[in-house]
C-alpha cells in the first residue's frame, strides 16, 4: 500500500493516529515439498482508538497474520510496527514489554485457557509471568474485571470445564484486559458461539473498548458481524488485501468484485426487503496456496475477468479518497465481459 501512513501519523478513514502497521509482511511455509504461500506483502494500518475489521473466507490467511501481529509466529519478511517498535525483530525482552500492550483473544476459549487453573488463577497468570502480582490487590483487580465482563464473583472459583462457552470467552477476555493493553487482536472471537451469545460478546466488546480505551484488529468470515462493529473493513483473498475502506465505503460502494459477492450473500434481517436483493454466486472454488496464479487471484471466479486481469496482478490503489482497492476494473470502471451467476432472492436467507 504505497504511500500508507506509519505509526503515529494519522489514519485515513480512522478516528486516531496510526497504532499499528504492517508493512510488506509475507508469510510462506515448505510443506512435503511445496510452498504455501499464506500470506504475500499485506499492508495495513490501525488507527488509535479504531476498530479495523479483517474478513475473509477459510484459508486466506487471517489467522496467520493475527498471530503474525503478536510475534507468535515469524514473518518470512516485512515489518510489523506497533508504537514505532518493529516486533517482528524485537528480542525477549523488548518483546516482552510490548506483549502486555498488545494482546490477542482466541476463537475457541476452551483450548487457550489452561483446565489445571480455575478462572481466578488464569486470570491473575499475566499479572504473576509480567511480575505485576500484588497480593491482594491483584485479586481485588481480577474480581473487578470478571464483573466487567459479566462474571459473578462465584465463577472465580471455577474450571474452564465448568463453564459454557460464552462464560469462557468472558474470561478469556478478562485475561489480557488485566494487563491493561492498548491494543487486542481479536481472532473469530464470536464464530464458536450460539448467536444469541455472539451478540451478547459483541456489546461487551464494543462497551470495553470505549471504557479502556482500546484498538481492535477483529478477524472473523462473517461479514455481517464485521461491519456491524468496525469503523474500516480489509477484505482479504488468499493471502492479500483485496479491499480497504470504511463501514460506509464498503457497505454502501463496494469496488472489488469479491467485496461485491460477499455482501450480497449476507443475510437480510427486514423481511419486507428479502428477495429485493440478487445474491452473486461465484463459481469454482479459491486457488491452492500452494499454487497462486498469475495475474489477479480473484480472476479464476470473477465475470469480469479479461486477459489483462490473467495476467498482471492489480496493485492495492486510492480509489474515491481513502478507500483502497486492487482491482484493474473496479466498480463500474469496465463492462463485464460476462454476468455472474445472479440468484435472485437467495440474500434473504
Known amino acids: 500500500m504505497s504511500g500508507a501512513p506509519h505509526v503515529g501519523d494519522p489514519v485515513p478513514g480512522a478516528a486516531g493516529e496510526a497504532l499499528l502497521a504492517t508493512r510488506g509482511v509475507t508469510k510462506h511455509y515448505r510443506r512435503h515439498g511445496l510452498e504455501v504461500r499464506a500470506l504475500d506483502g499485506v499492508d495495513l494500518t490501525v488507527g488509535r482508538g479504531e476498530i479495523l475489521g479483517l474478513v475473509g473466507e477459510s484459508g486466506c490467511g487471517k489467522s496467520t497474520l493475527a498471530r503474525i501481529l503478536v510475534r507468535q509466529i515469524e514473518p518470512s519478511a516485512g515489518q510489523v510496527l506497533f508504537g ?43 499479572l504473576r509471568i509480567h511480575r505485576r502480582y500484588e497480593k491482594g490487590a491483584s485479586e481485588d483487580l481480577v474480581l473487578a474485571l470478571l464483573a466487567e465482563c459479566g462474571l459473578d464473583a462465584a465463577m472465580a472459583g471455577r474450571y474452564p470445564h465448568q463453564l459454557s462457552g460464552g462464560q469462557r470467552q468472558r474470561v478469556a477476555i478478562a485475561r489480557v484486559l488485566v494487563l491493561h493493553p492498548e491494543m487486542l487482536v481479536l481472532d473469530e472471537p464470536v464464530s464458536a458461539l450460539d ?25 472473523t468470515h462473517n461479514l455481517a458481524v464485521v461491519r456491524q462493529v468496525s469503523d474500516r473493513i480489509a477484505v482479504m483473498y488468499l493471502g492479500r488485501i483485496a479491499e480497504l475502506g470504511t463501514r460506509t465505503e464498503l457497505t454502501e460502494r463496494a469496488l472489488h468484485p469479491y467485496t461485491q459477492a460477499l455482501l450480497s450473500s449476507v443475510p437480510i434481517e427486514a423481511p419486507a426487503e428479502r428477495g429485493a436483493r440478487q445474491r452473486i454466486i461465484l463459481s469454482g472454488d479459491p486457488p491452492s496456496p500452494t499454487s497462486v496464479p498469475v495475474g489477479c487471484r480473484f480472476a479464476g471466479r470473477c465475470w469480469k475477468a479479461t486477459d489483462l486481469c490473467r495476467e498482471s496482478e492489480p496493485e492495492l490503489r486510492t480509489r474515491n479518497g481513502s478507500q483502497l482497492v486492487a482491482c484493474h476494473y473496479p466498480g463500474l470502471d469496465a463492462p463485464a465481459p460476462s454476468a455472474p451467476v445472479l440468484s435472485s432472492g437467495a440474500g434473504g436467507r
Open 84 to 126: 514505532g517498535a518493529d516486533i517482528a525483530h524485537l528480542g525477549r525482552r523488548e518483546l516482552r514489554a510490548i506483549r502486555s500492550r498488545l494482546q490477542i483473544v482466541f476463537q475457541d476459549p476452551l483450548s487457550s485457557l489452561d483446565p489445571r487453573l480455575s478462572v481466578l488463577q488464569a486470570v491473575l497468570e499475566p
Open 195 to 219: 448467536v444469541s451469545v455472539q451478540a451478547q460478546i459483541l456489546e461487551l466488546l464494543v462497551g470495553l473498548k470505549q471504557t479502556h480505551g482500546l484498538s481492535y484488529v477483529f478477524i
